[in-house]
């Protein structure tokens, strides 16, 4: 079973266009992120939710909007795609910080995202 | 605003030998992770240092935590080639993760 999946692996699209990439995780962790992943191999983090509420959203364009349902799932959804969009795009999650135990990050594998 | 800065950015080693990668960070954190990253492959998480003087060991690498310096090192000693990846350093602090530039290793025979 896979702990964090995102879906699609790889995502092709025009300039313009509005797509989704879909994130779950069966850890019973609290908390989801999204990070970017750009061409020189940075990662910036994007979104975090705790319980399906927002606490993280960093200097993203409004054109990224994040959805969470419920606290297992964290979608992203994109509109208006640019050529500087096309980065590696990672979900991931945690337990919240005030819940003691395993600390680690799981991470899904990942999803990259070309604008053509 | 919470800074990661990660040296040196690219390293090539030949096998055998031995070598420290830095790790240091702007403000006080919760946990400082280690973790590797392959082409094309997501992040593993390597070590969890959560407090002042952690020491971790796993098979060639070790990581150590000095939170008065703000200060993390990852050594690596005798390198083989499967070594050869990206490795980044992470502070985290209330649930807020941020990531170095990342050390890209290369381990020539």
């Known amino acids: 079973d896979t702990a964090v999946s995102q879906t699609p692996k790889y995502l092709v699209t025009q300039m313009g266009n509005d797509k989704s990439i879909k994130c779950e995780q069966n850890?019973?962790?609290?908390?989801m992120y999204w990070y970017k992943q750009d061409s020189k191999k940075f990662l910036k983090i994007m979104f975090s939710y705790n319980n399906k509420e927002l606490i993280i959203n960093e200097t993203v364009p409004n054109r990224f909007s994040p959805k969470s349902p419920d606290k297992a799932h964290l979608n992203l959804h994109i509109n208006s795609l640019e050529l500087g969009d096309s980065a590696v795009y990672f979900c991931?999650?945690?337990?919240?910080?005030?819940?003691?135990?395993?600390?680690?990050?799981?991470f899904g594998s990942g999803t990259r995202l070309t604008v053509v | 605003e919470l800074k990661v800065e990660q040296n040196p950015l690219f390293l090539s080693m030949q096998e055998g030998k031995n070598y420290t990668i830095y790790c240091n960070y702007s403000?006080?954190?919760?946990?400082l992770y280690w973790y590797r990253q392959d082409p094309g492959k997501s992040l593993e998480s390597l070590f969890v240092?959560?407090?002042?003087?952690a020491v971790k060991q796993e098979g060639r690498l070790m990581a150590s935590l000095d939170t008065k310096a703000r200060l993390s090192t990852l050594h690596i000693t005798a390198a083989v080639h499967d070594l050869s990846a990206t490795y980044f350093c992470?502070?985290?602090?209330?649930?807020?993760?941020?990531f170095g530039a990342g050390t890209r290793l290369t381990v020539k025979p």
């Open positions: 240092l959560l407090s002042n003087g």
């Open positions: 992470a502070v985290d602090r209330d649930n807020d993760m941020r």
């Open positions: 850890l019973g962790h609290d908390t």
């Open positions: 991931a999650s945690s337990r919240y910080r005030d819940r003691p135990g395993d600390y680690g990050y799981t």
């Open positions: 403000t006080t954190s919760d946990r």
